[in-house]
């Protein structure tokens, strides 16, 4: 049977679906009245499992010795996956990563969520510092500005 839609219009359309999903999970879950302290920890959960999960599944094709480029390249995969935008440097043992777009934000502006309720940032921290975390166990890394609270752009710092 022949290919109805490219592969990568398939992925594509797959994350609209997550993105869009998961924004409209959150926003029905504020207008039920639950406390948002609890949603975003329960988010936080989710999104550390996922980062962990990647994490296993790049380790066969990263070995035990990786550095922060190899976390880098870890964070480029992902990032395309999830349809972000950025951009990292490495200088000694830390690596700057700038998220510059990122569909999550933009779903959450598009469906009206407050901003207190807007938790990506939250989920995103989570999710690498997950991730990084179990390609190297010394990997740090720290959200240091976001969009949901009025920056420009995301940037992370990871430390070894």
Known sequence: MEQAIPIEECAK???????????????????????????????????????TQAAEQLKPFM?????LEGLRQAGQITESIHGIEADAKIA??????????????????THAVPE??????????????SMYSGLHRGAVYKLKENMPAGARICKGVTTL
């Not at 994350?15 to 409209?24: E, H, M, R, Y």
């Not at 070995?63 to 550095?67: E, I, L, T």
């Not at 207190?116 to 510092?129: E, L, P």
Request: charged share 30%; glycine share 6%; aromatic share 10%.
């Open 63 to 67: 070995g035990d010795k990786v550095n």
């Open 92 to 109: 000694g043992k830390q690596m700057d990563t700038e998220f510059t777009n990122c569909p999550w934000q933009e779903a959450l502006k």
């Open 116 to 129: 207190d309720w807007r938790m990506c940032a939250s989920g995103h921290s989570a999710f690498v510092q």
């Open 13 to 51: 359309q797959r994350l609209n679906v997550l993105v869009n999903a998961f924004t409209l999970f959150i926003k029905n879950l504020m207008e039920e009245g639950l406390d948002r302290d609890k949603v975003r920890r329960a988010s936080d959960k989710v999104w550390e499992t996922l980062g």
